[in-house]
């Protein structure tokens, strides 16, 4: 059973950054499709960046230029670089895994495997 556990969130000011990170366990192969997630207050979870071993790294519009994905498969943890943030990046801040061969982009229906979640506050 694959296991994520997120960390590194925090309250910071516009303008600022956070690395957020996920480390990965409980498997034998590592899942080929894994990225990061966020919900905020009375909004739909969106996907906000994901990684695959095929086509590299995938952003949504609202982030492209100011946020960066990455894996350490040394260290089996993701990373999510934030920076030039803005309110609206508040939100709890999870990361997701799935296998397959072609990954699912950042369809969040699609992911199988889910970490707990870590809070990103970003106030003016």
């Known amino acids: 059973q694959v296991q994520l556990v997120e960390s590194g969130g925090g309250s910071v000011q516009t303008g600022g950054s956070l690395r957020l990170s996920c480390a990965a366990s409980g498997y034998t192969y590592s899942p080929g499709c894994i990225g990061w997630f966020r919900q905020a207050p009375g909004k739909e979870r969106e996907g906000v960046a994901f990684?695959?071993?095929?086509?590299?790294?995938a952003y949504t519009d609202s982030v492209r230029g100011r946020f960066t994905v990455s894996r350490d498969n040394a260290k089996n943890t993701l990373y999510l670089q934030m920076n030039s943030l803005k309110p609206e990046d508040t939100a709890m801040y999870y990361c997701a895994a799935v296998y397959r061969d072609r990954c699912p982009g950042l369809r969040v229906n699609e992911y199988r495997y889910w970490g707990q979640g870590t809070q990103v506050t970003v106030s003016s």
């Open positions: 990684i695959d071993w095929i086509s590299g790294a």
